[in-house]
């Protein structure tokens, strides 16, 4: 019988931007495992059939991202896949794809900073879920309304952070003119009680009028500064160090002649 098969424990759901990963242990040794997908009203998905693993991406087989879904990893021996008897298995926590895939980084397109005005352009994360056409469904197309962005934005080298609200894909704020700005976009969902907040994207600084003493900072600037002062110094007193050496030479060479001659 296979009632003395271990079960998984530590089933965990891992989804970003719709892309779900279900994890668990042990590693199995001596059977394999089944994964089997049940939702409420969808019928029972099959995924990873007999593996030696302990992870399995069950993304195409949550299709229906407002479903709950529950898994099952069954424990199995390869020759009792087709026995009426039901092996053990273990059950999962409920997972809703729609309310609790994390949403990814947004990427910056562009961004400019001209006079008092910063534009941002960003583009939404993909989904591994496709159109009819083939293409690729953005996390927009899923969440459409419900789905915000924030612009955080604050001037280079300041603590002060601001930020800004929108649901179109590029920001335009007022900043002071000629002095650089970084910043960084985050999608939300305000709906949520949890994972509101997605990834961060990565944070992009402007570079108007930026000054070497804004890019090194002062100790650079007085390095720079003694320098420069040592080498004009160099190049106006060696020559009049080389010019009396080259006298005093002169003025030897004519004395020792002199005490020759006398001679």
Known sequence: GNDGLPTAVNITW?????KTILQWQPKPSGYFYTVEI??????VKRKCILTSETECDVTDALRNVKETYTAHILSVKPVEMDDFEEPPFAVSEKFTPYSQTVLGKPEIKDYSQKGSKLNV??????TPY???NGSFQSIQDIFQHDLEYKLYYWKDQSSGKKDVTTKSRNFEVSVDSGKNY???VQGIIPSRRENRNGQESTVLCTSVGRSIVDEYGTEVFIILAVIAVVVITLAIVLPVVLCKRKKAKRARAVREKELLNGV
Do not use: A, E, Q
């Open 121 to 126: 352009v960003f583009k939404d994360p993909l």
């Open 14 to 18: 891992s989804s970003i931007n719709f």
């Open 130 to 132: 496709r159109f009819p």
């Open 182 to 184: 970084c910043f960084y």
């Open 38 to 43: 049940h939702g409420r009203t969808s019928d």
